[in-house]
């Protein structure tokens, strides 16, 4: 064979073309198309384990299944996403269970105040029998929770106007807590002022003073860059938070079972990932955020934890949730009330 210009300038301009065949058609056989939404930063370790787990399932369902993920409350608020679950509007959404107990109460159990004292003990509850109760739980509600709780992490107080040292600072204090009734008592039994804001109008809240203070968990607080509007920061571990992976359980049980089992497959294996992103982040963030103008101060939990039980909250919530299911939790944790 011999290289004219003519032959030459075939091949070089079909090779592109042949390279972009398999996507395209790859693209168009996505039998499944599903729609992942969550309120947290793209940035997040939960969007970049979505991401990667998406093209896991791509790959390993040869296309059949195109996972498309909505990041940072692109799709609406949690009040909004968690109705496109139940609905099918989308067919997977990551909400803390204390979100979820507003249409699922026992999902609030996990975060009882100063319950957990470690990653150990959390996961082996979650992992266990009242991870496996309050999924059973959700079940009812007609949402399926995929086995593995993903990681929010140990929630910390920030504020604007002032650090946080004891129970006495939460006195009148102006505080953002999300839409859920666990998150309003215990800060109701502090003696704050909180106010239930959806995660999509936090930044915006705490920069126009409608509150003076929030709280989450570190890794979040340096994602959604909170403390460009925050000035202090409690280490007070008041609180551990997870997402449970939510599915809308008509699109769930529409997926054949071989395809249903390798995208909880890789959901399940991209949770366990972001977790342990989640802890390294946890060792290195808190310096970031102090090089960037954050002031730390450290707290004694056992005063803040006296004030909720003086104030009759572990009672009040061990009498909402029922002695079995309380029993369940305490079989980890230990005596809470
Ligand atoms: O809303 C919050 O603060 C967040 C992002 O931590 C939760 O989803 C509970």
New binding site residues.
Partial sequence: MTFTRRNLLATTMAAPLALSMPIARAQKRAEFKLKFAN??PDTHPMNVRAKEMSAAIAAETQGRVDLQVFPNNQLGS?TDMLSQVRSGGVEFFT??G??LSTLVPAAAISGIGFAFHDYDTVWKALDGDLGAFVRREIAKANLVAMEKIWD?GF?QITSSNKPIQSPDDLKGFKIRV?VSPLWTSMFKAFGAAPASI??GE?YSALQTKVVDG????LS?VATAKLNEVQKYCSLTNHMW?G?WFLANKRAWERLPEDIRAIVAKHINQAGMKERGDIEALNATVQKDLSGKGMVFAQTNPDAFRAKLRDAGFYTEWKNKFGAEAWATLERYTGKLA
């Fill in positions: 309120n947290l949690d909400l803390s204390l979100i929010n929630r999300p959806n995660f936090v929030q709280e989450n968990p979040l938070d997402f």
